[in-house]
């Protein structure tokens, strides 16, 4: 991450400061957890955008040339096979400017980390 760049303190403050066609991709990527999560609040942790739900559910930021998706590890290794194709750790997926961003496989990580969530309340 830029350490150049200004802290945000919302999440249409931290889109804004990103070019056009980047904040396009961003605002779809919000659209898509808010309506999967909508009862997940938003907030900026770590500079990073993050929806929190009985924790943190997802972040997201972008970078120079893609922009990275912060399910936690669990809700990568529950889409393995559908995230080998992206550069990846244990705690990040990377979606490449240069492809489309598989909005259908966020929000099916989102569904899974949703449920996650969610079952913490029970405990």
Partial sequence: MDNTRPAFSTIDEYIAGFPAEIQEKLREIRRVIHETAPEATE???YQMPTF???GNLVHFA??????GFYPAPTGLDAFK???????HSKGAVQFPFDRPIP???VKR???FRREENLKKKKK
């Fill in 81 to 87: 096979d559908e995230i080998a194709q992206y550069p």
């Fill in 43 to 45: 907030k900026i942790s």
């Fill in 62 to 67: 972008a970078f120079k040339n893609h922009i």
């Fill in 109 to 111: 990580i989102v569904v």
């Fill in 103 to 105: 909005f259908d496989l």
């Fill in 52 to 54: 929190f739900l009985n």
